[in-house]
């Protein structure tokens, strides 16, 4: 009866290929698939029915009823959704859920299965320690952006205080600069009134800012005796007069004539100076005329480089007063225009500086010494000494070349 049955079936779908083959329609297709003949419906042990089955072939068959009869795919999931829902109001959800637990346990344990278990443990377990890494990566990695951000932030401030601590600086820098100019500047003025008033009258004071001051000149006038004067000496020895040359006292004594000129030239010269703006303000009250004397000599020494040259190239030339340099100019060019500036600033001092050249016989050695030999009595002057004005202090010995004690014993 079972093998008719199922001849039957397979002539009917034999039948609905061939037709297919003729184009058939759906409506006609649905309506030969269903069987006509009732099957008998057999209990089924469902304890010995594969889990598979249990699970899945349910929901396979009522997917396919659906597919087929409801050609909408979406409202054929939405009837499947209902149909869950049915089967969890009827508590086939749970029993099946209970089945699949029991058929777990009673299954005997695989061991791949079991290793497969322990790796995916194993992975799960580093994948958490992985996860708990990047977590703290990432949280240690927001604190270094933020401790680099704040650091970044610090650094930036304290350049900028840098900079303005720079700036105030530069700034106090240049205000102390400004102060000390201006108390140099001060000083400087408070020191030029007291000087004025300590040195009016009084030569013994001098203004430490004048490089012509007689102590500088006093100077000078010691180096040029070792420089300039040694050098014309030693000219005036190589020079030959008639074939003749020039013994030590000769060229001593040319020298001496030369210095003693100038110095009596520049003398003269200051003093017709000074004498004609006397005469250009006789009249005027006494007071006056001191202080337009004391501009005046002020201006002289200011300018003294300008009438000290003048004074060099007038006497060169004045025969009648200076013979003497004029005869030797040539050899003695640079002796002589030293004598002629340092001359002519003793002179405008205020009182005027003195050139000694007239020592004693028995020679003071306080205020002279000794050129070549040793002695009491002078033999002839080598070179005058300086004093501050006529009757005040020595800045400069002269020299003198002394006679021979063991002729003076003779004698």
């Given at each position: 009866?079972?093998?008719?049955k199922?001849?039957n079936?397979?002539?009917?779908?034999?039948?609905?290929?061939?037709?297919?083959?003729?184009?058939?329609?759906?409506?006609?297709?649905?309506?030969?698939?269903?069987d006509?003949?009732?099957?008998?419906?057999r209990?089924?042990?469902?304890?010995?029915?594969?889990?598979?089955?249990?699970?899945?072939?349910?929901?396979?068959?009522?997917?396919?009823?659906l597919?087929?009869?409801f050609?909408?795919?979406?409202?054929?999931?939405c009837?499947?959704?209902?149909?869950?829902?049915?089967l969890?109001?009827?508590?086939?959800?749970?029993?099946i859920?209970?089945?699949?637990?029991?058929?777990?346990?009673?299954?005997?344990?695989?061991?791949?299965?079991?290793?497969?278990?322990?790796?995916?443990?194993?992975?799960?377990?580093?994948?958490?320690?992985?996860?708990?890494?990047?977590r703290?990566?990432?949280?240690?990695?927001y604190?270094?952006?933020?401790?680099?951000?704040?650091?970044?932030?610090?650094?930036?401030?304290?350049?900028?205080?840098?900079?303005?601590s720079?700036?105030?600086?530069?700034?106090?820098?240049?205000?102390r600069?400004?102060?000390k100019?201006?108390k140099?500047e001060?000083?400087?003025r408070?020191?030029e009134?007291?000087?004025?008033?300590?040195?009016?009258n009084?030569?013994?004071?001098t203004?430490?800012?004048?490089?012509?001051?007689?102590?500088?000149?006093?100077?000078?006038?010691n180096?040029?005796?070792?420089?300039?004067?040694?050098?014309?000496?030693?000219?005036?020895q190589?020079?030959?007069?008639?074939?003749?040359?020039?013994?030590?006292?000769?060229?001593?004594?040319?020298?001496?004539?030369?210095?003693?000129?100038?110095?009596?030239?520049?003398?003269?010269?200051?003093?017709?100076?000074?004498s004609?703006?006397?005469?250009?303000?006789?009249?005027?009250?006494?007071?006056?005329?001191?202080?337009?004397?004391?501009?005046?000599?002020?201006?002289?020494?200011?300018?003294?480089?300008?009438y000290?040259?003048?004074?060099?190239?007038k006497i060169?030339?004045?025969?009648?007063?200076?013979?003497?340099?004029v005869?030797?100019?040539?050899?003695?060019?640079?002796?002589?225009?030293?004598?002629?500036?340092i001359?002519?600033?003793?002179?405008?001092q205020?009182?005027?500086?003195?050139?000694?050249?007239?020592?004693e016989?028995?020679?003071?050695?306080?205020?002279?010494?000794?050129y070549?030999?040793?002695?009491?009595?002078?033999?002839?002057?080598?070179w005058p000494?300086?004093f501050?004005?006529k009757g005040?202090?020595?800045l400069?010995?002269?020299?003198?070349?002394?006679?021979p004690?063991?002729?003076?014993?003779?004698?």
């Amino acid at each position: 009866m079972g093998r008719n049955k199922r001849k039957n079936h397979q002539a009917q779908k034999q039948t609905i290929n061939r037709d297919t083959d003729n184009n058939m329609s759906d409506d006609s297709l649905i309506c030969i698939e269903e069987d006509p003949v009732p099957v008998k419906r057999r209990k089924i042990d469902i304890q010995n029915v594969p889990l598979r089955l249990v699970l899945i072939e349910p929901y396979r068959r009522i997917w396919k009823w659906l597919m087929s009869t409801f050609p909408c795919r979406y409202l054929g999931s939405c009837l499947l959704g209902c149909c869950k829902y049915v089967l969890h109001l009827f508590g086939l959800s749970s029993w099946i859920r209970k089945r699949t637990h029991s058929s777990e346990t009673n299954d005997p344990p695989d061991p791949d299965e079991e290793e497969r278990q322990r790796l995916v443990n194993q992975i799960r377990g580093l994948q958490s320690q992985l996860d708990d890494l990047n977590r703290e990566h990432n949280a240690l990695r927001y604190r270094h952006h933020e401790e680099t951000a704040n650091n970044q932030r610090e650094i930036e401030h304290f350049k900028q205080l840098n900079r303005n601590s720079e700036l105030r600086i530069m700034e106090l820098n240049r205000e102390r600069d400004e102060l000390k100019k201006s108390k140099d500047e001060a000083l400087s003025r408070l020191s030029e009134m007291m000087g004025v008033k300590l040195r009016e009258n009084n030569p013994a004071i001098t203004d430490l800012n004048d490089p012509n001051r007689p102590m500088k000149l006093g100077e000078q006038f010691n180096e040029l005796y070792e420089n300039e004067w040694t050098e014309a000496f030693l000219e005036l020895q190589d020079l030959k007069t008639d074939d003749t040359s020039l013994n030590e006292e000769q060229a001593v004594k040319i020298l001496l004539n030369i210095l003693k000129e100038i110095n009596e030239q520049g003398i003269a010269e200051f003093t017709l100076q000074l004498s004609g703006l006397l005469q250009s303000v006789q009249g005027l009250p006494e007071d006056d005329i001191k202080d337009f004397i004391k501009s005046i000599k002020d201006a002289y020494k200011a300018n003294s480089g300008k009438y000290a040259s003048l004074i060099h190239k007038k006497i060169s030339t004045d025969a009648l007063h200076c013979p003497t340099v004029v005869k030797y100019f040539q050899c003695c060019e640079s002796y002589i225009e030293n004598c002629a500036k340092i001359c002519y600033l003793a002179a405008v001092q205020d009182p005027p500086m003195l050139l000694h050249f007239d020592p004693e016989t028995v020679y003071d050695k306080q205020i002279f010494k000794e050129y070549t030999t040793m002695g009491r009595r002078v033999k002839f002057l080598v070179w005058p000494a300086l004093f501050l004005h006529k009757g005040g202090p020595l800045l400069s010995k002269g020299v003198v070349q002394p006679l021979p004690d063991f002729i003076l014993q003779v004698i």
